[in-house]
């Protein structure tokens, strides 16, 4: 019998892959979208609005598990006060919305996994930081994130099982940093922000995907899990290795924070901050990670357009 996934921000860059990796044979997948869009496979489309509290509640009728990824883009636009408002709700309100849906239906899934994010943890140098480490200084990133996390707890009253991954940077050519870093590779050229000692705590799409599969099936994997591979790099050796997956030779330049401050103002943080993340609990449960090499990671994306 095919069981009912429900993903909210599923037709966003992780939604995507999960949606195509997710078997047809297997699994009926339930979209909630803010555009009327047709169905097709083994996927539906459901309308919702976060912000303004409106969803269709035919979405959650017998539905086994839902993931929640929904939130407005940390890196699309300059973090205005108004930008920087909107990230916050539409992770906040994203998850209340289905929480107060389940309740009102009195429907509780068998488990619930969510997105976070690594800037939980903030600007740490090079501390080595895992799942019981502490949140960060008080700057956007760490108070949005921390805003997201409390929403996401609260879900454990609609559920019996309940997983939320902190992500770090996913690797894809279709979205995401990857992409936006692979672009001055035509000129030969790979950058790299700030002073390049900054640690960039990476996952490749198929990864985290199959980390939230192994998740949602497998009733041991509950609480809090990093989601990135085993092996952060340094932004400059990060760099370089992207250099080197698609071009045997080229530079791998700095960006100048100055320069970086005056295009970016405070979303500068996103580049320049180091985040040392390990995923000490998805290793010590077992979790296989295909890709743990940076370049053979960019390689794979680069030869199967991932």
Not at 98 to 115: D, M
Not at 222 to 233: D, F, K, Q, R, W
């Amino acid at each position: 019998m095919k069981k009912t996934i429900v993903i909210t921000g599923g037709t966003g860059l992780i939604g995507k892959r999960l949606s195509e990796l997710f078997s047809k044979e297997n699994y009926d997948l339930r979209i909630l979208t803010r555009t009327k869009r047709s169905a097709h496979d083994n996927i539906s489309y459901y309308t919702w609005d976060p912000l303004n509290g409106e969803i269709d509640n035919s979405v959650f009728e017998n539905s086994d598990y839902v993931i929640t990824l929904a939130g407005a883009g940390i890196a699309d636009k300059r973090w205005t006060e108004k930008r920087k408002r909107l990230i916050i709700d539409s992770r906040v309100k994203g998850n209340e919305l289905v929480r107060t849906t389940l309740a009102k239906l009195n429907h509780r899934p068998k488990a619930i996994i969510s997105a976070s994010a690594i800037g939980f943890y903030g600007d740490r140098a090079d501390e080595v930081l895992t799942e019981s480490s502490d949140a960060g200084s008080q700057e956007f990133l760490t108070e949005s994130t921390l805003a997201w996390e409390e929403s996401i707890q609260k879900l454990s009253d609609s559920t019996d099982r309940l997983s939320i991954f902190r992500i770090g940077i996913v690797l894809s050519t279709k979205g995401g940093a990857l992409e936006k870093m692979l672009l001055p590779l035509n000129f030969g050229i790979s950058g790299y922000f700030g002073n390049g000692k900054q640690y960039y705590s990476w996952i490749h799409i198929d990864d985290i995907c199959s980390m939230f599969m192994e998740a949602m099936e497998n009733p041991k994997w509950e609480g809090i899990y990093n989601g990135v591979s085993p092996n952060p790099l340094p932004l400059k050796k990060f760099a370089k290795a992207i250099k080197t997956s698609k071009l045997p030779f080229g530079i791998a330049a700095p960006v100048p924070k100055g320069l970086l401050q005056i295009a970016m103002g405070e979303m500068t943080k996103m580049l320049t901050n180091s985040t040392r993340v390990v995923p000490k609990r998805a290793l010590s449960q077992g979790f296989e990670f295909q890709f743990t090499d940076l370049k053979l990671a960019v390689s794979d994306l680069i030869k199967y357009k991932k």
